[in-house]
């Protein structure tokens, strides 16, 4: 008999795959917000094929007592949909994964891989009208296992399909069938299921990266979205076009990225407070509109969901690949911003910051992400926007209007066409405070060193970076973006007193602060999804100081706890 959750544990982690068509993500919202319902922390994650049909997905489900929100290696329960199991699951598989399945399907395949249960999942489904409610009865059986109340799963098949009596009920009958399994499960002593419910908000609400990000962009006052599909940052588009009409918001596909990001530069110049989202490979279309971004000084938000490259790489995988040409991308010299949010929470507040941030400075801004941060959903408490507010910057302008004035701060007066009786003038040229093509070298200079005192600014309102664990550490490990999660509850599972996280949600302009806590420390660590340590290289770049060690992960596929855990008792 297996006991869950296992010695040492404070959560289940179940694993849903199978065949894309085969209703894997769909198991898994349903699971998601039932197990929430019922009062339980959840953390999914999905990762999947680029096709559009055919391959192998899969989803991590972590159900818990206690807040969760990163991913483990770990498998307690494998339900398979077919028997494809991709290599990345096999080796998850240990001896104390139950894989609960369909015997006559799946047998041959998967009962050398781990403890098999024969559920006849599929021969079930058949009965209750088709293979297709085999996912209705995985969550039965999830659901049942964790004692949820049926009723919250019939909830969201009424709400799902209201009017279609006959497939409402056939999907509350594959519930109570997959009930009826759980049941059996546990008189026949092959899982027993301790965990209770634990402490937590009754307002909490489950949300994915896509969501922070989105919603983060609303309460910035974006009003002009523009984006070309790329995944992983395709989600942000949908979002938007499907609320646009609730939040007075104008989203356009554009035909290519370079429509895009010139369409809200375009749309900035009329007092639009516009963002764009793309992948990788569209931020490299988007550079020279980002350097217009920069000499006429419009300001733009960009949401970049980093996949692994070069080129098209792998389309639908994570990677931390893509800091660098965030921080060079666009020819010339001028300032930006870019965020690098690492949990929900970071990602509505700097999304909403960055937006202020680019109208005051009249720079890009960037919010840099990922596949897996975007696709990735847990529990939160509803975030606070009692002191949130939308700056505009934006003067009227009078009859000696100068556009591009020079300023002891770098930044001059921002009006809109259309908003006082002055003449708002731009130019992808160099210009003079007007914004009349010049080719005068005194002026030159002056204009670049304009635009680079704001600066000074941009780093006296950097983030520093959170610091989590103890204070009084020797050792010190240094992360970006979507990691900080992982590495802090591999820290959890290492129970090193002398070690903390260095997070940082910013990483340019630098924090200049974050030198001094790196100089307290006997030894450094960074851990980076990519291949070169990026950020490592960033950090002796602005401070001098040289991060020892790397750990360094670029298989595509996001790093576990497990794997963070191992490799830092390695090193430590």
Known sequence: MVVLPKPNHHDISLVLCGAAGQGVQTVEEILVKALHEAGFHVFASREYMSRVRGGN??????????????????????????????????????????????????????????????????????????????????????????????????????????????????????VDAGYEMAQKLKDDNVITVTMKVGERSNNSVVLNGTDAVSLGALAGGCDFLTSYPMSPATGVLTFMAKNARNFGVAVEQAEDEIAAINMALGASYGGARPMVSTSGGGLALMAEGISLSGITELPVVIHVGQRPGPATGMATRTEQADLDFALHVGHGEFPKVVYA????????????????????????????????????????????????????????????????????????????????????????????????????????????EKRLRKLEGLKKEAIPPTLWGNEKYQNLIVAWGSTGPIIQEALKVLGRDDTALLHFSQVWPFPQEAAICLERATKLVAVEGNATGQFANLVRKETGIKIQHRVLHYSGLQMSVEWVAQRLKEIL
């Open 57 to 174: 997905n899969s989803t991590e489900i972590r159900v818990s007592s206690k807040p969760v929100n990163a991913l483990v290696d770990r498998i307690d329960i494998l339900i398979p949909f077919n028997s494809g199991l991709r290599q990345n699951i096999v080796e998850r598989i240990d001896e104390g994964t139950i894989i609960i399945g369909d015997g006559k399907e799946l047998w041959k395949e998967l009962s050398e891989l781990g403890s098999f249960v024969d559920v006849g999942l599929f021969e079930r489904a058949q009965t209750l009208g088709g293979k297709v409610y085999a996912g209705t009865l995985a969550a039965g059986i999830v659901a049942g296992l964790m004692e949820i109340d049926r009723a919250i799963l019939y909830n969201y098949f009424e709400g799902r399909f209201a009017g279609r009596a006959d497939v409402i009920d056939k999907n509350k009958r594959a």
């Open 341 to 448: 949010p690492g949990t929900l929470e970071e990602a509505f507040y700097l999304t909403q910051k960055a937006f202020n941030v680019a109208a005051k400075y009249q720079v890009p801004v960037l919010v840099l992400t990922d596949q897996y941060f975007l696709n990735s959903y847990y529990d939160v408490e509803p975030f606070d926007t009692s002191n949130l507010t939308i700056e505009s910057h934006i003067v009227e302008s009078g009859p000696d209007y100068q556009r591009y004035v020079i300023t002891e701060d770098g930044i001059s007066p921002r009006s809109v066409p259309g908003f006082g009786v002055g003449l708002v003038g731009t130019d992808s040229h160099e210009h003079d405070a007007q914004g009349h093509v010049q080719e005068d070298f005194h002026l030159r200079k002056n204009m670049v």
